[in-house]
């Protein structure tokens, strides 16, 4: 999702690079953000229609018990493994539809980011830095291990809002 | 941009303007002002829709209770102005040198926390806004022999979690910013916190694991 645009800095007005920026906004809402909503919207609709969300909010609500969220939050992690936007996506599908209400999705939020699409990320990230391979498990482990965490963290930021 | 950094980065004083103006466009510090202040905060500046007035409440043209793609849709074009106007003025703090300016305050703090060399500062700059480039610059400062193997590790620790947070975090996080019950930088300064966190988890990891199981063998090598 993320573009590959140039680091060194031009001398360019504001305004040339407010729009710049923009167009890129639009590119990625259209082709990245809308794409990613839609399926996310489509899948939390599978999950409801077919009763998998009530069997998935059983299943899980033990385990997300333990961060003080419904078992239903369970599919915003799953999903973050493949897609931060779908990810997002199905978080505010889930909102919208009562299940999670305002504060568990903020606590959810940078979850969503630092477990970062690992699936994506062996090819983007480390197989373009050519890391270790004895060191993958280790590093995606901790994309897991960060994203967990932060879930209590935002808590406890959320006790001082 | 290879090697002219070694740790001094040169950042133009309008980039710490550009880094200030951003720290409290979304920090929503003025969020609930009355006054002008209001004009520095991003739900602010974003606005709102108009209302359609229905027989009982008003609604945003994506009405209430919808569900499936369609809904997904409208509600997806709801968040696209967000994604633009952030987008748009992320480029502008970034075009006036504001993301250096945010590397150059935080690299001697970043530093000693993380224990690399300051050489890896550039990657970590374009790792807030793009995996793939950041990951690059890396692997050519090992190429280079500015960092070891397991540095390298240690540094993609750091940038594979929360990767391009920026640039990801201001194109689908605008979905929730507007319920959101913090400010717009919170999650942003948790994402780096754990980050750092994360690349930390690595080396104890390298410390107590990796050298109890292979001590006595070739390690810390460059290759």
Redesign the interface.
Same mark, same amino acid.
């Given at each position: 999702m993320a573009t590959n645009d140039d680091v060194i800095v031009e001398k360019k007005n504001i305004l040339d690079l407010f729009i710049e920026g923009a167009q890129r906004g639009f590119t990625i809402g259209t082709t990245s953000l809308l794409p990613n909503v839609v399926m996310a919207f489509v899948i939390i609709r599978v999950l409801d229609v077919t009763g998998l969300l009530k069997l998935i909010g059983i299943v899980f609500a033990p385990i997300m018990a333990l961060w003080g969220l419904p078992g239903e939050a369970a599919t915003v992690i799953i999903t973050s493994l493949m897609s931060m936007g779908g990810a997002i996506g199905v978080a505010v599908g889930l909102y919208t539809g009562a299940n999670l209400d305002a504060t568990q999705v903020t606590m959810l939020v940078p979850a969503i980011y630092l477990m970062g699409n690992p699936v994506q990320n062996i090819g983007r990230c480390l197989g373009i830095a050519n890391v270790n391979t004895k060191h993958y498990a280790a590093i995606l482990g901790i994309c897991v291990i960060n994203a967990l965490l932060s879930i209590w963290f935002m808590r406890f930021i959320l006790m001082f809002f | 941009?290879k090697k002219e950094n070694e740790g001094e980065l040169k950042v133009p004083w309008i980039g710490y303007v550009a880094f200030f103006f951003a720290v409290l466009v979304f920090s929503g510090i003025f969020s609930s002002y009355d006054g002008w202040l209001r004009v520095f905060d991003f739900n602010v500046l974003n606005g709102s829709f108009g209302k359609i007035e229905g027989v009982e409440k008003v609604f945003t043209f994506r009405g209430a209770g919808g569900? !499936?793609?369609r809904?997904?849709?409208l509600?997806?074009?709801e968040?696209?102005p967000a994604?633009?106007?952030?987008?748009?003025?992320? /480029?502008?703090v +970034?075009?006036?040198?504001g993301l250096?300016a945010a590397q150059k305050i935080m690299s001697p703090i970043l530093r000693p926390l993380l224990g690399i060399p300051g050489v890896a500062a550039?990657a970590n700059?374009?790792n807030m806004?793009?995996? +793939? &480039? &950041?990951? !690059?610059m890396?692997?050519e400062l090992?190429d280079l022999g500015e960092i070891t +193997?397991e540095e390298?590790?240690v540094?993609?620790?750091y940038?594979?979690?929360?990767?391009?947070?920026i640039? /990801?975090?201001?194109?689908?996080?605008p979905?929730?910013f507007s319920?959101?019950?913090?400010p717009i930088i919170?999650?942003i300064l948790?994402?780096l916190?754990?980050?750092v966190?994360?690349a930390n988890?690595?080396r104890l990891?390298f410390k107590f694991v990796l050298r109890n199981r292979l001590s006595g063998g070739a390690k810390n090598g460059n290759e």
């Open positions: - | 941009m569900t !499936g793609a809904d997904g849709f509600f997806a074009l968040l696209i994604v633009i106007l952030a987008l748009g003025l992320v /480029n502008v +970034d075009g006036l040198g250096k550039l700059i374009a806004q793009s995996t +793939d &480039a &950041a990951a !690059g890396v692997k090992v +193997d390298r590790s540094i993609i620790a940038q594979t979690s929360a990767s391009a947070f640039t /990801n975090y201001f194109s689908s996080g979905a929730v319920f959101m019950l913090v919170v999650p948790v994402m916190l754990f980050k966190i994360g988890l690595l990891y």
